[in-house]
């Protein structure tokens, strides 16, 4: 009963495929992200939904794409794959409560990408 | 969300109180400081957070400033399993439907010794 499930969990692909992320949460949660790590360790969101309506977008190439097809599912493809798309990808949900709390904030286990 | 500044990294003995500092001086009034932990690439994991009053929880202690422009993390009994990069993040309380962003910084990599 993981509350935050990715898959897979290990990814190596060769540059210029397509690939998808999956991500599904059983919390109950209304809202969902998608955070990279990088080679360095720096840990940067990317996107979030809110029931399945897209909130944050940081900057993210357009060869990766978010989708939402309910609140407990966020998909991540990403097409023609680069070198530098390398990366650890994590998955996390939250749930909008009381202002000062920590909505839950809950993050699956991550997806290591590589890139060859 | 104001910026903060960890050490890079810090040593304690196991059994030992370990204490980790963060420092967020530009601290506005309606943002808290939250404390995560990623273990060896795991998923970040929350461990506190607090406005302005001394936190404690099963994991762990913060101790926030009166001027809040620091505090400092315990873990009151470290075991070897701590050893984790613990990041120390500032942000608004007020949720606004899906922009509730953790902006993480580079953290503080607290290695227990046994």
């Known amino acids: 009963d993981t509350a935050v499930s990715q898959t897979p969990k290990y990814l190596v692909t060769q540059m210029g495929n397509d690939k998808s992320i999956k991500c599904e949460q059983n919390?109950?949660?209304?809202?969902m992200y998608w955070y990279k790590q990088d080679s360095k360790k720096f840990l940067k969101i990317m996107f979030s939904?809110?029931?399945?309506?897209?909130?944050i977008n940081e900057t993210v190439p357009n060869r990766f794409s978010p989708k939402s097809p309910d609140k407990a599912h966020l998909n991540l493809h990403i097409n023609s794959l680069e070198l530098g798309d390398s990366a650890v990808y994590f998955c996390?949900?939250?749930?909008?409560?009381?202002?000062?709390?920590?909505?839950?904030?809950?993050f699956g286990s991550g997806t290591r990408l590589t890139v060859v | 969300d104001a910026k903060t500044t960890q050490p890079p990294s810090m040593d304690c003995a196991e059994g030992r109180a370990a204490n980790l500092p963060c420092n967020h001086s530009?601290?506005?009034?309606?943002?808290?400081v939250y404390w995560y932990r990623q273990i060896h690439s795991q998923g970040p994991q929350y461990i506190i957070h607090?406005?302005?009053n001394n936190e404690t929880n099963e994991m762990a202690s913060l101790i926030i400033t009166e001027d809040r422009k620091s505090s400092t993390l315990i873990l009151p009994h470290a075991t070897l399993r701590d050893t984790a990069v613990y990041y120390c993040?500032?942000?608004?309380?007020?949720?606004?439907?899906?922009?509730?962003?953790?902006?993480f910084g580079t953290g503080t990599r607290l290695t227990i010794i046994p």
């Open positions: 530009t601290i506005s009034g309606n943002e808290y």
């Open positions: 996390a949900s939250s749930h909008r409560t009381k202002a000062g709390s920590n909505y839950g904030y809950t």
């Open positions: 919390l109950g949660h209304d809202t």
């Open positions: 939904y809110n029931n399945k309506e897209l909130i």
């Open positions: 993040i500032v942000r608004s309380g007020i949720s606004n439907f899906g922009n509730e962003k953790l902006t």
């Open positions: 607090g406005l302005k």
